[in-house]
C-alpha cells in the first residue's frame, strides 16, 4: 500500500468518526472542537489529492482527471445538500449526523478498497536516424 493511500484511508476515517460524534456531542465546546478537527483534516484531504494527482498521472491525462474531479466534487455537495433536510427530519440531527459519517466510511471503503492501476507511461518514441 502507498503512502497516498494510506493517508487518505486515515483521513477518511478520521473525517467520518469526527462527523458522527459531532451527532452526539452535547456541549457546543465540543461540537466546535470536533468541527475544527474535521475540517482540517477535510483541508489536508484536499491538499494531497490536488498535489498527489499531478505526480500520479501522466500529463496527457491530467486535465481529464481534473474534469472529472471537479463535477464529482459539486455534484457532492449538491446530493449531501439535497439529502441533508430529509435525513434530519427522518433521524433526528444526531442520527443524521451519524449517518452521514457512515456513508463517508462506506464510500471512503468503496473508493480505496481497489485502488485504480495507473497506466504505465508509452514508450518514448526513438529519434529518427540522421543522415
Known amino acids: 500500500m502507498n503512502l497516498f493511500a494510506t493517508?487518505?484511508?486515515?483521513l477518511?476515517?478520521?473525517s467520518a468518526l469526527m462527523l458522527a460524534l459531532l451527532g452526539a456531542a452535547?456541549?457546543?465546546g465540543l461540537a466546535i472542537a470536533l468541527s475544527l478537527l474535521m475540517g482540517a483534516g477535510m483541508v489536508v484531504a484536499e491538499v494531497l489529492s490536488?498535489?498527489?494527482l499531478p505526480a500520479l498521472l501522466d500529463d496527457e491525462i491530467l486535465a481529464r482527471a481534473y474534469g472529472l474531479m471537479l463535477p464529482a466534487a459539486l455534484s457532492g455537495i449538491v446530493v449531501g445538500s439535497l439529502l441533508?433536510?430529509?435525513?434530519?427530519?427522518?433521524l433526528g440531527l444526531g442520527g443524521a449526523l451519524?449517518?452521514?459519517g457512515a456513508l463517508v466510511l462506506l464510500a471512503g471503503a468503496?473508493?480505496?478498497?481497489?485502488?485504480?492501476?495507473?497506466a504505465p507511461s508509452p514508450p518514448a518514441p526513438e529519434p529518427a536516424p540522421t543522415r
Request: aromatic share 0%; charged share 15%.
Open 26 to 28: 452535547r456541549g457546543i
Open 98 to 100: 451519524a449517518a452521514a
Open 50 to 52: 490536488e498535489t498527489a
Open 84 to 90: 441533508g433536510g430529509p435525513l434530519v427530519s427522518l
Open 110 to 118: 468503496l473508493l480505496l478498497h481497489q485502488p485504480l492501476a495507473i
Open 7 to 10: 493517508r487518505h484511508r486515515a
Open 12 to 14: 477518511i476515517k478520521t
